[in-house]
């Protein structure tokens, strides 16, 4: 027997199917082992000797695959192909290892880019070790974010109470999002006009903008004052014009090549919005394999690479697909070939792009989820496009000369693009993360050189410069991967961990930090800078890949790192906290207290009018403080640094927005222990005033006066029922809007929807939630797995108080930690909800149950 060792039960089954009754292929769960979450688990002083553990979580499996090896005559691991993938073999291995049951086995490695039977076949006929300088680079990296986070994060909680941990490159892409957020905060508008002018010519209107006035050449942003540009408008205004030159010149747009990591997670943002950790949760579940009539599949190759080729033989699939479906004009004439980018050869796999090019998106597409076929869509129209024949356009420039009536000559610009040949972009267009327009793109009627044009109007309009954009999370991947920092199988876990910990906050997709993020931010830059310079991480990870290549020892990286980072550590022990804070005042000052527009100093505190503010230490972190304190105790809550409107806050953090014209109570915001909410007057004779919790990312520093009285007048009444004749009210409450009648909560689409929802929508959202087993507390269904022989009945994943679980209504299984519900499979909760029947759990039978059924 031959033991096949992989990450995932999904792939699991997949390449089960492939193998045969000669193979018994087993899932680890992914990491088997991990470094301690404890001091010393990584000891520089042992030459950087690691301390493992098996994760708790995973004894169970390990066992399995313990006895699995015991009795098999081979071992073939088969974990990804990438770092990671290499490293859950490595620890695989040791770990068998220690228990002594590998003995004179043979372990071999195996990698396939394709979960599909001919790559699994393949790979299986050609074995080869593992990787040392591969997992040497996982260790080296291993080592130095759990130094790093266990270093750092100490200093970061003594001197920064509320701070969490900072980790290697999470921290490098909060620097990159907070120094953005600065360029917006300094940035200063510049005013401009734009002059066009409506020509017509044979009754055909287009637009020119102007260029010259006078021999001098007008600028985008050349004419900057109202005065100007109404000069130049009136002098237009009597102007004749005629066509200098028209200039067209032939054009071509190549395709982009196929995905790879990074390109896939900014495209699928860009036109899907999906973030990048789902992107990768559904691209993974795509690569191990889903049904397809019946088959087991993989759809997609590996989706973590830095590599743009494809194979010979998918670029010749992709060949016949297009000659067949769009016939020999969209096909070149020789293959397009792309040249991976990536440093590290090692890591530099094949594209992402459909195991079958010849499996079409709608003959999969019944099969998959909604995520599943929008994203394998996504991926096979790409692939095919970087195949296809170039768009061929048509630039013309037109050229025109405008006598002036103040006798001066005036020169305008017209272009446009006529689309002559759309090549690829008959199936595919990158998606862009500017919305405006193009105005090259525009259609030019037909002009002739000397022709002379009829006025039809002048426009002057005003501008202003704006800021940068703030990053969305497509273009900080796109940034990180310009700098070189951090890695494929990196992107998506840097977002989620800054989300997580609080330190951004996605706004309409716009990634914007929070409070907390920028002091954490300020710190680094003021005692820990060469740690979060990108030119030093990318270095970093530019090492790293090269011990992955066996160009360099991993011990030797790490003790040039350790030897610089303790003496950095070192010279901060003896800081004293006002000394932090004082440093931060310096660097956030221009953040905390932006200046004025009546010209008065920025930090006089709003409430005593003698003191000054500055950012001050609490035991729940940082806040803004008056100096005259206890005298006055002025505060003001970091959520609300730079907005400005120190007259609207009091002390204590609470904001006054007005007076209730109902009641005469004073209109509040606060903050409280679950986030911010709005409040009706105060305490009176030990009866709590009336609240409402403001919604998730309703920002409680710039909310408006009728919308927090709106809240305020929740729940609204929207109705009787009609069958029960009880009341259905609409209101908002901890895990969103929602409708309730007679106990049965109902959620609703949107906040807004609260206050405009109907009777009829209403009844009909009870009446779903009530076909679901909807009542108060009850669980919400994730997915509905159906029958099973085994357990007497349906088997469902349900949303637990806890985390989701599978159930069959008597025995419920917790799901593993970072298992996603969607990708559940029956096989899957059957031997979850098997192994926790074999533990006794299930609902209790009473004793004489129990007897009677001895009895029988």
């Given at each position: 027997?031959?033991v096949?060792?992989?990450?995932s039960?999904?792939?699991?089954?997949?390449?089960?199917?492939?193998?045969?009754?000669?193979?018994?292929?087993?899932a680890?769960?992914g990491?088997?082992?991990?470094?301690?979450?404890?001091?010393?688990?990584?000891?520089?002083?042992?030459?950087?000797?690691?301390?493992?553990?098996?994760?708790?979580?995973?004894?169970?499996?390990?066992?399995?695959?313990?006895?699995?090896?015991?009795a098999?005559?081979?071992?073939?691991?088969?974990?990804?192909?990438?770092?990671?993938?290499e490293?859950?073999?490595?620890?695989?291995?040791e770990?068998?290892?220690?228990?002594?049951?590998?003995?004179?086995?043979p372990v071999?490695?195996?990698?396939?880019?394709?979960?599909t039977?001919?790559a699994?076949?393949?790979?299986?006929?050609?074995?080869?070790?593992?990787?040392?300088?591969?997992?040497?680079?996982?260790?080296?990296?291993?080592?130095?974010?759990?130094?790093v986070?266990f270093?750092?994060s100490?200093v970061l909680?003594?001197?920064?109470?509320?701070?969490?941990?900072?980790?290697?490159?999470?921290s490098?892409?909060l620097?990159i999002?907070?120094?953005r957020e600065?360029?917006?905060?300094?940035?200063?508008?510049?005013?401009y006009?734009?002059?066009?002018?409506?020509?017509?010519s044979?009754?055909?209107?287009?637009?020119?903008r102007?260029?010259?006035?006078?021999g001098?050449?007008?600028?985008?942003?050349?004419?900057?004052?109202?005065d100007?540009?109404?000069?130049?408008?009136?002098?237009?205004?009597?102007?004749?014009?005629?066509?200098?030159?028209?200039?067209?010149?032939p054009?071509?747009?190549?395709?982009?090549?196929?995905?790879m990591?990074?390109?896939?997670?900014?495209?699928?943002?860009?036109?899907?919005?999906?973030?990048?950790?789902r992107t990768?949760?559904?691209?993974q579940?795509?690569y191990?394999?889903v049904?397809?009539?019946?088959?087991?599949?993989?759809?997609?190759?590996?989706?973590?690479?830095?590599?743009?080729e494809?194979?010979?033989?998918?670029?010749?699939a992709?060949?016949n697909v297009?000659r067949?479906?769009?016939?020999?004009r969209?096909?070149?004439?020789?293959?397009?070939?792309?040249r991976?980018?990536?440093?590290?050869a090692?890591?530099?796999?094949?594209?992402?792009?459909?195991t079958?090019?010849g499996?079409?998106p709608?003959?999969?597409a019944?099969?998959l989820?909604?995520?599943?076929?929008?994203?394998?869509?996504?991926?096979?129209?790409?692939?095919?496009?970087s195949?296809?024949?170039?768009a061929?356009l048509?630039r013309?420039?037109?050229?025109i000369e405008?006598?002036?009536?103040?006798?001066?000559?005036?020169?305008?610009?017209a272009?446009?693009?006529?689309?002559?040949?759309?090549?690829?972009?008959?199936?595919?267009?990158e998606?862009?993360?500017d919305?405006?327009?193009?105005e090259?793109?525009?259609?030019?009627?037909?002009?002739?050189?000397?022709?002379?044009?009829d006025?039809?109007?002048?426009t002057?309009?005003?501008?202003f410069?704006?800021p940068?954009p703030?990053?969305t999370?497509?273009?900080l991947?796109?940034r990180l991967?310009?700098?070189?920092?951090?890695?494929?199988?990196?992107?998506?876990?840097?977002?989620?961990?800054?989300?997580?910990?609080?330190?951004?906050?996605?706004?309409?997709?716009?990634?914007?930090?929070?409070a907390k993020?920028?002091?954490?931010?300020?710190f680094?830059?003021?005692?820990?800078?060469?740690?979060?310079?990108?030119?030093?991480?990318?270095?970093?990870?530019?090492?790293?890949d090269?011990?992955s290549?066996?160009e360099?020892?991993?011990?030797?990286?790490l003790r040039?790192f350790?030897?610089?980072?303790?003496?950095?550590?070192?010279?901060?022990?003896?800081?004293?906290?006002?000394?932090?804070?004082?440093?931060?005042?310096?660097?956030?000052?221009?953040?905390?207290?932006?200046?004025?527009?009546?010209?008065?100093d920025?930090?006089?505190?709003?409430?005593?009018?003698?003191?000054?503010?500055?950012?001050?230490?609490?035991?729940?972190?940082?806040?803004?403080?008056?100096?005259n304190?206890p005298?006055?105790?002025?505060?003001?809550?970091l959520?609300?640094?730079?907005?400005g409107?120190e007259t609207?806050?009091?002390?204590?953090g609470?904001?006054?927005?007005?007076?209730?014209?109902?009641?005469?109570?004073e209109?509040?915001?606060?903050?409280g222990?679950?986030g911010?909410?709005?409040?009706?007057?105060?305490?009176e004779?030990g009866e709590k005033?009336?609240r409402?919790?403001?919604?998730?990312?309703?920002?409680?520093?710039?909310?408006?006066?009728?919308?927090?009285?709106?809240?305020?007048?929740l729940?609204?009444?929207?109705?009787?029922?009609?069958?029960?004749?009880?009341?259905?009210?609409?209101?908002?409450?901890?895990?969103?809007?929602?409708?309730?009648?007679?106990?049965?909560?109902?959620?609703l689409?949107?906040v807004?929807?609260?206050?405009?929802?109907?009777?009829?929508r209403?009844?009909?959202?009870?009446?779903e939630?009530?076909?679901r087993?909807?009542?108060?507390?009850a669980?919400?269904?994730?997915?509905?797995?159906?029958?099973?022989?085994?357990?007497?009945?349906?088997?469902?994943v349900?949303?637990?108080?806890?985390?989701?679980?599978?159930?069959?209504?008597?025995?419920?299984?917790?799901?593993?930690?970072?298992?996603?519900?969607?990708?559940?499979?029956?096989?899957?909760?059957a031997?979850?909800?098997?192994a926790?029947?074999?533990k006794?759990?299930?609902k209790?039978?009473?004793k004489?149950?129990?007897?009677?059924?001895g009895?029988?």
């Amino acid at each position: 027997m031959n033991v096949v060792i992989v990450e995932s039960p999904a792939k699991a089954k997949t390449i089960n199917k492939y193998l045969g009754s000669d193979y018994n292929v087993l899932a680890s769960f992914g990491h088997i082992r991990d470094l301690p979450s404890k001091d010393g688990s990584v000891q520089p002083d042992q030459d950087f000797e690691m301390t493992w553990e098996v994760d708790p979580k995973k004894s169970k499996q390990v066992s399995e695959i313990t006895k699995a090896v015991r009795a098999a005559d081979r071992v073939i691991l088969a974990t990804d192909p990438d770092r990671e993938g290499e490293a859950i073999s490595w620890h695989v291995l040791e770990v068998l290892r220690r228990k002594g049951v590998l003995k004179d086995k043979p372990v071999e490695r195996v990698v396939f880019n394709a979960v599909t039977k001919q790559a699994v076949l393949d790979a299986i006929a050609h074995p080869r070790e593992i990787d040392g300088p591969l997992v040497e680079a996982y260790l080296a990296r291993r080592a130095l974010d759990y130094l790093v986070g266990f270093t750092l994060s100490p200093v970061l909680w003594r001197k920064i109470p509320g701070a969490r941990s900072a980790g290697r490159v999470q921290s490098v892409a909060l620097r990159i999002v907070c120094d953005r957020e600065a360029e917006i905060e300094s940035f200063v508008p510049q005013e401009y006009w734009s002059i066009v002018a409506g020509l017509l010519s044979e009754g055909n209107g287009f637009e020119a903008r102007l260029t010259a006035a006078d021999g001098k050449k007008i600028d985008r942003l050349t004419v900057n004052s109202g005065d100007w540009a109404d000069t130049l408008r009136k002098a237009l205004e009597g102007a004749t014009y005629r066509v200098n030159s028209v200039e067209k010149k032939p054009v071509k747009r190549h395709p982009q090549p196929p995905f790879m990591t990074s390109t896939l997670q900014q495209e699928a943002s860009r036109k899907l919005g999906f973030s990048a950790d789902r992107t990768m949760r559904t691209a993974q579940r795509l690569y191990e394999g889903v049904t397809v009539n019946g088959e087991a599949v993989g759809l997609i190759t590996y989706m973590r690479t830095d590599g743009v080729e494809i194979v010979p033989e998918a670029i010749n699939a992709a060949r016949n697909v297009i000659r067949s479906d769009y016939g020999e004009r969209y096909l070149p004439s020789s293959p397009r070939v792309y040249r991976t980018k990536a440093k590290n050869a090692q890591e530099a796999h094949e594209a992402i792009r459909p195991t079958d090019l010849g499996r079409r998106p709608s003959d999969v597409a019944r099969s998959l989820d909604e995520d599943q076929a929008r994203l394998y869509e996504l991926i096979w129209k790409r692939t095919l496009a970087s195949q296809m024949e170039s768009a061929e356009l048509e630039r013309t420039t037109v050229d025109i000369e405008a006598a002036g009536s103040d006798g001066k000559v005036y020169g305008l610009r017209a272009v446009g693009t006529v689309q002559r040949f759309d090549g690829f972009l008959t199936l595919y267009q990158e998606g862009s993360d500017d919305d405006a327009e193009n105005e090259d793109d525009r259609r030019l009627p037909p002009v002739r050189e000397g022709e002379s044009l009829d006025l039809e109007k002048i426009t002057a309009t005003q501008h202003f410069t704006e800021p940068p954009p703030r990053y969305t999370e497509a273009t900080l991947i796109k940034r990180l991967e310009e700098l070189g920092i951090g890695r494929p199988s990196t992107y998506a876990a840097t977002l989620k961990v800054l989300q997580d910990r609080e330190y951004v906050r996605l706004d309409k997709r716009r990634l914007l930090p929070e409070a907390k993020g920028r002091v954490v931010t300020a710190f680094l830059e003021g005692f820990f800078k060469r740690y979060v310079e990108y030119d030093f991480t990318a270095d970093l990870e530019e090492k790293l890949d090269r011990i992955s290549n066996g160009e360099i020892g991993w011990q030797d990286v790490l003790r040039e790192f350790w030897r610089d980072f303790t003496a950095e550590i070192e010279a901060t022990s003896d800081l004293k906290t006002s000394e932090v804070f004082e440093a931060l005042n310096e660097i956030l000052g221009p953040y905390l207290f932006p200046p004025k527009t009546d010209g008065t100093d920025p930090r006089t505190c709003p409430s005593c009018e003698t003191g000054r503010l500055s950012i001050k230490r609490g035991k729940n972190g940082p806040f803004i403080g008056c100096s005259n304190y206890p005298d006055c105790r002025y505060t003001r809550d970091l959520t609300a640094l730079g907005d400005g409107d120190e007259t609207a806050v009091l002390e204590n953090g609470v904001r006054v927005l007005g007076t209730d014209p109902e009641s005469g109570l004073e209109v509040t915001v606060r903050t409280g222990r679950f986030g911010p909410y709005a409040q009706l007057g105060e305490a009176e004779n030990g009866e709590k005033p009336k609240r409402a919790s403001l919604p998730k990312g309703v920002d409680p520093a710039s909310i408006e006066f009728e919308q927090v009285l709106a809240y305020l007048s929740l729940p609204r009444q929207v109705g009787i029922h009609p069958e029960s004749g009880k009341p259905i009210t609409a209101g908002i409450g901890r895990y969103g809007p929602f409708v309730l009648h007679d106990g049965t909560f109902a959620n609703l689409d949107s906040v807004e929807e609260v206050f405009t929802v109907g009777l009829n929508r209403a009844v009909a959202a009870i009446a779903e939630k009530q076909q679901r087993g909807g009542r108060r507390g009850a669980a919400a269904t994730i997915k509905a797995l159906g029958d099973h022989a085994d357990f007497g009945g349906p088997i469902e994943v349900k949303a637990g108080r806890y985390g989701p679980y599978v159930t069959n209504g008597k025995i419920n299984a917790t799901l593993p930690k970072g298992t996603d519900p969607e990708s559940v499979t029956m096989d899957t909760a059957a031997e979850l909800l098997a192994a926790k029947a074999a533990k006794g759990g299930g609902k209790k039978t009473s004793k004489r149950a129990s007897k009677s059924a001895g009895k029988n």
